[in-house]
């Protein structure tokens, strides 16, 4: 039994799920591909769990796949497409999360790194994170999501800049794009995602759900549409315990349960 590529650790409702391979920048295997997917699963079902932060081992967020294992690898079609496919039940599982899930990127997030912290919900990088869309130098096309999501995030023409250049896009840059919600200095920089994890960790969980469906939708749909499904996102909403708890708060002037966490550094 190989050592485990991942560690997890859950602390008063948020669980931080690490990418534990430091001596190879965190590159995928496909043992990592399924306990990150074992990881995820379990915590879904985990009533405790309210808030997953997603980052990896070291000064490294994840260089995608190890590309050292590649070389002189006999290569079928069929073999890597149902690969791929294996490899795109995290990403679908990401996708269809169910609680807050924030990606704190520092270091490398290159390739498949950079795809898996595309699908994660916030990204928030530390002033040394690097991203890089690097198949192109390998002759290889985008995946894990990333012909999807980057285009999403960016617009289309930038996407495919990025992609066909295969270029390193720094911390700044990456704010800029949109692709980062926020960056700080290394060492604040995981304090800072925890600190939006546990924020969000507080949401109403129904709400949340519901929500990030809606929003996941709304780039196929039309406002017809959307409109309907705010409703019968709402009319659920409107039934919970969360939403009376917060009116009586409301109504005895009491802090709100759940507050976007203001930064201290602006």
């Known amino acids: 039994m190989n050592p485990s590529t991942i560690e997890l650790s859950i602390d008063n409702g948020l669980a931080i799920l690490v990418m534990a391979r430091p001596e190879r920048k965190n590159a995928l295997t496909p043992q990592m591909f399924a306990e990150l997917l074992d990881a995820l699963n379990g915590l879904r079902r ?18 995608g796949g190890d590309v050292g294992n590649m070389q002189g690898e006999q290569v079928e079609a069929a073999v890597v497409r149902r690969r791929m496919e ?60 990333a012909s999807y999501t980057l285009p999403r995030v960016v617009g289309l023409q930038k996407a495919k800049e990025i992609i066909f250049s295969a270029r390193e896009v720094p911390a700044q840059e990456a704010l800029q794009l949109g692709i980062a919600l926020e960056v700080h200095p290394a060492e604040t920089f995981r ?48 039934a919970s315990n969360y939403l009376k708890d917060a009116a009586a708060r409301f109504a005895r002037k009491e802090p709100p349960l759940y507050q976007w966490p203001k930064r201290k550094d602006v």
């Open 86 to 145: 294996e490899n795109n039940r995290l990403l679908l599982a990401m996708a269809d999360f169910d609680k807050p899930l924030i990606a704190a990127v520092d270091g490398v997030a290159f390739g498949a790194g950079f795809s898996l912290a595309l699908a994660a919900d916030f990204l928030i990088a530390s002033e040394r994170a690097r991203f890089c869309m690097a198949f192109a130098r390998l002759g290889l096309g985008p995946d894990l999501g």
């Open 46 to 63: 985990n009533p405790e769990v309210k808030a997953v932060l997603l980052t990896g081992a070291g000064s490294d967020f994840c260089s």
């Open 191 to 238: 304090a800072r995602a925890e600190e939006l994890a546990r924020a969000m960790a507080n949401l109403s969980p129904t709400g949340f759900s519901m929500t990030k469906r809606l929003l996941g939708a709304s780039l196929e749909s039309d406002l017809v549409g959307m409109l309907d499904a705010e409703a019968s996102n709402q009319a659920v909403c409107m």
